[in-house]
């Protein structure tokens, strides 16, 4: 039977709730006529898009075979000498375990709830374009291009003085772009697209300055040119006014998880259990800080965001174990297990023995925080800088 698209998200993220607004909130964006989205025409492709932006090819992309070694090999026992170097075949040296954990922590889990911030908020942004366009703020024929579709030239750093600009190659954009393309009367080249406002999505709360800043250099990074859907608009054809231009600036909410938890004896010891996720306490709101400049507050908070995160990273894990344990036996006493399962019980094995190897001090704080975040739940895990043990949380 096929797995509910709902199920199939919340299998990943870890929260029923949180799946169905993303769901709900990518559906508005395919449902809607001026919305222009990279990854298909599906919730699934569009979510599958942001979650393989995130992680690497586990059997071809030198990233991915590393975290295959990570599940099969792991590190040296914590009794042997500092390895420096490996075979790149077998067990990782310590250079690469403090890798591993710098790409996890610093990469996948950041880069996760980016993008999950930025599919929760598309719903939100589409009703103020909509509320915008009613009072006549915005025309009918905005469009509205989001994510990995806008592309913007990098700036040259051997010219960063504004009147002798140089640029180079595209890279990712503002998150939102509103346009509005105007033809030429010939009609024969790409016309000329007036840009209308910028919309900036931020996982975390942050400073009203800090976010403004970051919409100002997307605005300066304009003057360069606009990838938009993979069609490239040169400088000349882009228009647009600053002081009219419209603000959008996205956060979470502050509300913290619940901190309780009671364990549970079962046939393989005692869990750990922690509440099951809830919807957030109250509603998204959408505030107009002053003329051309919005403020949404997502519903969901900066907590359900970070948690849902280490949830991608240990499930990618569970996949790097379906792959190596397609190729070779489970390892005894293991026998029980799926190889997802496997895997999940690997990465934790794995990240108990990184802070016992040559690591630096801050690769051993990022495994602690991550051993402990995949064993007891992000809002046990996350609050300790020591590794915990389940008598802590007696």
Not at 39 to 44: E, H, L, N, R, T
Not at 183 to 196: A, F, V, Y
Not at 243 to 250: D, F, N, T
């Amino acid at each position: 039977m096929k797995q509910p698209l709902n199920d199939k998200i919340a299998s990943i993220i870890g929260n029923q709730p949180l799946a169905s607004a993303i769901h709900r909130s990518v559906t508005s964006a395919l449902d809607c006529p001026f919305v222009h989205l990279f990854g298909g025409k599906s919730v699934w492709n569009v979510f599958k898009q942001s979650l393989d932006a995130s992680i690497r090819d586990i059997g071809e992309h030198p990233r991915g075979k590393l975290f295959r070694r990570l599940i099969e090999y792991g590190p040296h026992h914590p009794d042997h000498p500092k390895a420096l170097v490996s075979d790149g075949k077998t067990i990782l040296s310590d250079p690469e375990c403090g890798s591993c954990v710098e790409f996890i922590y610093s990469h996948m889990v950041n880069r996760f709830k980016g993008e999950l911030a930025e599919l929760l908020a598309l719903e939100h942004c589409i009703a103020l374009v909509r509320q915008l366009q009613q009072e006549g703020h915005l025309p009918s024929g905005i469009q509205l291009y989001w994510g990995e579709m806008v592309q913007e030239r990098r700036r040259n750093r051997k010219t960063s003085k504004e009147y002798n600009m140089r640029w180079s190659s595209f890279t990712k954009g503002a998150d939102g772009l509103l346009v509005e393309k105007i033809p030429t009367q010939s009609g024969k080249n790409l016309g000329l697209l007036k840009i209308h406002g910028i919309v900036e999505v931020k996982s975390m709360t942050c400073s009203k300055k800090k976010v403004l800043n970051q919409i100002n250099s997307h605005i300066l990074r304009l003057s360069g040119g606009v990838e938009l859907k993979r069609k490239d608009y040169p400088p000349n054809n882009i228009n647009f006014e600053n002081s009219s231009l419209i603000r959008i600036m996205v956060m979470p909410s502050t509300w913290k998880l619940s901190r309780e938890s009671h364990s549970v004896k079962n046939d393989r010891g005692r869990v750990i259990m922690i509440p099951e996720p809830s919807d957030p306490p109250a509603k998204a709101q959408v505030e107009e800080l002053k003329s051309n400049l919005w403020k949404i507050r997502l519903a969901w908070s900066q907590e359900v965001l970070n948690q849902a995160a280490y949830e991608m990273t240990f499930w990618y894990m569970s996949q790097v174990g379906r792959h190596v344990y397609a190729e070779k036996n489970l390892p005894k006493g293991w026998e029980y297990m799926s190889s997802e399962e496997a895997g999940y019980n690997a990465i934790k094995m794995m990240l108990y023995y990184f802070p016992l190897r040559y690591i630096s001090k801050r690769h051993e704080r990022l495994a602690t925080r991550l051993y402990n975040v995949y064993c007891f739940g992000y809002p046990l895990g996350a609050d300790s800088k020591e590794m915990l043990w389940p008598e802590d949380l007696n």
